[in-house]
């Protein structure tokens, strides 16, 4: 089959595409995984009863993730990708949300552009979410979306953070006093769910980084706490222990920095990787996992930490294509053992961790 049939069969119906057949975590202990949709940049994906949903520069796609040959169903999102890209995949309390990141000036938007959806039943019934605030003459555009079961948090680009309630109607705002630039991610942790990050760089590229530590009454902005803080970075992910709220890691420019003061102050605790998403084990309360890009070298890692980020092992899938960069990672566990998805921008992966 030539390429140009085999992406009319992705767009048109269901299709295998991915590498070997055998499912069963303690055979794969160890071991990557090709998982399909190599011809698209998969920009987010998330995990939900059984299945995995990736958004692509096209749409968005499902399968079984415990199938070691993932058949790829499409959910015909039907984005115009001219104007529109599939910025972000989120499932809580039984939904999935899609929002949609504008790839035109917002001034050039109509004023019935959606920008949320979601579907109930998994089943690619999409529904528009409104999202009508007070001032806004045209739809407003949002640009990271994180949750719990209850509530939805909502980040806006335009240096605004927003909070709704269980029916993503109604927007409240919760970043009166927080300072906040170009977001690159948001972060609600699960395990303390009052704990919200986010951050990124302001306009003159130095970094920001800002916390509420009580769901997002208040806000706490840590930029000049960074170690380096002047050097012109970003700030792309963070995360926390599960087990101590005041353990932080972020990704920040080249590096990971550690904090054990919830952010007071810092330490690099590894160089030349830019990370884009952290992942807690789901076995191990100490072990974290990270994954991005390389400064220096291409291709496909995952860096791991037994210590939470005190010292870590770097694995690269050496049989690999080059050049891949991982854009979200997604963790889910497979009778004891963690499988690592990795949604980048040639296509979709796996790893079993083997520890």
């Not at 949300?97 to 959806?117: G, T």
């Amino acid at each position: 089959m030539n390429l140009f049939k085999l992406l009319l069969c992705v767009l048109s119906c269901t299709v295998i595409l991915g590498c070997g057949t055998n499912s069963d975590p303690k055979n794969l202990a160890g071991q990557w995984q090709e998982r399909g949709l190599h011809d698209f940049e998969i920009g987010t994906l998330e995990l939900a009863e059984g299945q995995i949903f990736v958004g692509s520069n096209v749409d968005i796609y499902k399968g079984d993730w415990t199938s070691g040959n993932i058949q790829w169903e499409t959910l015909d999102f039907q984005i115009n990708s001219d104007t529109s890209q599939i910025r972000k995949l989120l499932y809580t309390n039984g939904i999935l949300y899609s929002l949609l990141r504008m790839q035109i000036d917002y001034f050039d938007l109509h004023e019935e552009y959606k920008v949320l959806y979601k579907t109930e039943n998994l089943d690619g019934t999409w529904r528009p979410v409104n999202i009508i605030l007070e001032g806004q003459n045209k739809p407003y555009v949002f640009n990271n979306i994180d949750g719990l079961k209850d509530d939805l948090v909502l980040y806006g680009e335009a240096g605004y953070i927003f909070k709704s309630d269980a029916e993503t109607e109604n927007w409240a705002n919760l970043s009166e006093d927080a300072v906040v630039g170009h977001s690159n991610f948001l972060y609600v942790s699960k395990e303390h769910p009052h704990q919200i990050w986010t951050g990124g760089s302001m306009a003159i590229t130095t970094p920001y980084l800002s916390k509420s530590s009580d769901g997002g009454e208040t806000w706490t902005n840590l930029n000049q706490k960074l170690s380096g803080s002047n050097s012109g970075m970003s700030v792309y992910s963070a995360i926390l222990a599960p087990e101590n709220e005041q353990v932080v890691l972020a990704g920040t420019g080249s590096a990971i920095q550690k904090s054990t003061d919830g952010g007071e102050t810092w330490e690099i605790v590894l160089t030349g990787k830019v990370i884009k998403s952290f992942k807690n084990s789901l076995v191990n309360p100490n072990r974290v996992y990270a994954t991005g890009y390389s400064v220096s070298e291409s291709g496909l890692f995952v860096a791991i930490s037994e210590d939470y980020g005190d010292t870590w092992e770097v694995i690269e899938y050496e049989n690999g294509p080059a050049d891949v960069e991982t854009n979200e990672l997604k963790i889910a566990q497979q009778n004891g053992y963690d499988v690592l998805f990795f949604a980048t921008n040639n296509g979709v992966y796996s790893y079993t961790v083997d520890l």
